[in-house]
């Protein structure tokens, strides 16, 4: 397997480093948007993506199954024409659907048999399958299948669960160097991480870190994360794993998180992240500033003529104000949520930029002191 990650600097545990990928190189730490049916909600389309800096687009495997069929996306010449998008695309395996639709589904050895949320048809997804759809859609970097399990849940579930997804990460790894050597492949060069689980229980989690890494791999999460637990409990499990994860490959905490959650994990190690919470906040009207979160629906924003956060460089900031973004949200305008996700989107990949700029000035740390509280305090302005 070739070399694909630089490390280019650390800042102790802190890492600074390039992903190389078929559709571009990736400056770590980054955050992924997350376009789970490939489009960001909120009405951000991909020229924004571009515009805002976005450097990786994340889409569902499940989702995109279900509509409108990977085989119409494998017609259509994968996922990158299909959203006229040139950069890297990561795609979800359908994995963490196995916990959100836990009332939909039945586990077994082979993989899992689902009941679709749309329509209730009948759909089985295991790690071939899994990987046969994600090939389809010819994302950059493809998740292996595996199983999030709801946290906490007993010590012996969780024990068989990550065995068994330790299992479906192999045959993930057959298959894909299957798909990778057909050449009806769109995207020969498709990329797999593997996924660390073990709920909160710091053995099965070094167990299983063990396990994965000795699986060719061009990457590892660390999976259930972020499903129930407490976060000082998400920061002792990256703490437990991290010494574990291979240094030369890239490290992925998943559906993670607020931008607090990022910089600490930042500070233990991890370079990728996504998480729905900026576009789905935004709709709502919580917003992110360098100076704390903000709720652009209170009454004291009514008739405020200055931009979401001044000098912010996203298009909401430079062109509306304050009064006029909430007013729009609150009439259910789609072009107020559109305005309030950018700005969101925009927020999150400035401060990657800004840790990434940390880590190559040598000053991340103070960078880290200065930021871990501020980003998560209520604006009061």
Known sequence: MSKNFELLSTDGRARR?????????????????????????????TMELRMIGCQVELSNTYHLHLRP???????????????????PVLTDSGG???????????????????SSHIDGRKIFMGPEESMQIQSHLASTIAM???????????????????????????????????????????????????????????????????????VPCDGYAIGGLAVGEETEEMYRIIDAVEPNMPKDKPRYLMGVGTPCNILEAVHRGVDFFDCVMPSRNARHGNLFTWKGKMNL???????????????????????????????????????????AVVHNLYFYNDLMKKIREALDGGYFESFYQKYRNILGERLED
């Open 69 to 87: 069929g990977d085989d119409v996306i494998y017609r259509m010449g994968g996922i990158h024409k299909f959203m006229n998008w040139d950069r």
């Open 96 to 114: 963490f659907q196995v916990f959100s639709l836990a009332k939909f589904r039945k586990i077994t050895e082979a993989g899992v048999q689902f």
């Open 297 to 339: 629906t209170n009454e004291q924003y009514t008739d405020d003529p200055r931009p979401i956060e001044e000098g912010c460089g996203c298009p909401a900031c430079r062109n509306y104000s304050r009064g006029y973004i909430r007013h729009l949200i609150r009439a259910k305008e789609n072009v107020g949520s559109n305005l």
């Open 144 to 214: 292996a299948f595996d199983e999030c399990v709801e946290n906490p849940a007993p010590y012996d579930y969780c024990k068989k669960s990550m065995e068994r997804t330790y299992r479906w990460l192999v045959r993930c790894r057959v298959e894909m160097n299957r798909l990778n050597a057909d050449p009806a492949t769109i995207n020969r060069n498709q990329m797999l991480f593997g996924i660390n689980q073990g709920g909160t229980y710091e053995d099965l989690r070094i167990e299983h870190m063990k396990m994965i890494a000795k």
């Open 17 to 45: 480093g390039r992903f190389h990928t078929v559709h571009g190189d990736i400056e770590t730490p980054v955050f992924m948007n997350v376009g789970t049916a490939a489009a960001i909600k909120g009405g951000v389309n």
